[in-house]
């Protein structure tokens, strides 16, 4: 997929982002045309290949249909995850490199949970921080939300679902 400059793409590991240009530049002698990536987040800007922009896991924002998936997999069951954080850690990077929507809200609702009721690792409340950051910027994008709001936004659904637990917890339907 061609993106042009004006899109806004989603970067895996930073989050959504607008491509700015494609550049040529030519490291080590090579000419390769280049998407010029400001991610939205943190204003940082990306160079990714344009022959590498798949494999990188450059995409598409998530339509009104994929936000509604999302958002349904925020608001189910928690999957089951290994019990040791060292290989918890490592279970949830790969989901997150997949870059796939799904999959990072699969990984933000099991560490909400898990926080919520037992507390996380500092390397699991590092990586919750970033992708509760990473899928705030697509929502943004997708629900067209300033960033502010889109925090709050996802901030709301994640204390809904933590609420929902300790009231399953208890016994109470919720």
């Known amino acids: ?7 806004t ?3 895996p590991h930073h989050g959504a982002g607008r491509v700015l240009e494609i550049v040529e530049q030519a490291p080590q002698g ?3 045309l280049y998407y010029s990536i400001q991610i939205l987040q943190n204003g940082m800007t990306a160079m990714v290949p344009v022959d590498g922009a798949e494999k990188a896991g450059i995409r598409p924002v998530i339509s009104e249909q994929e936000l509604e998936e999302v958002l349904g997999v925020l608001r189910d069951d928690p999957t089951r995850m290994p019990n040791n954080w ?20 699969d990984v933000l609702r099991n560490l909400a ?3 919520h009721e037992k507390g996380l690792s ?7 921080s970033k992708v509760r950051g990473i899928l705030a910027s697509e929502l943004m994008c997708a629900m067209h939300l300033c960033a502010d709001d889109a925090l709050r936004f996802l901030d709301g659904v994640l ?5 929902r637990s300790s009231c399953a917890g208890q016994g109470v339907v919720g």
């Open 1 to 7: 997929m061609m993106f042009e400059p004006g899109d």
């Open 9 to 11: 793409v989603v970067y």
């Open 30 to 32: 090579r000419a390769r």
């Open 86 to 105: 060292n290989h918890r850690i490592k279970h949830n990077r790969e989901k997150i490199k997949t870059g796939d929507a799904l999959e990072i809200a």
């Open 113 to 115: 949970l898990r926080d």
């Open 122 to 128: 500092t390397g699991e409340k590092q990586m919750y």
């Open 159 to 163: 204390s809904e679902i933590c609420a």
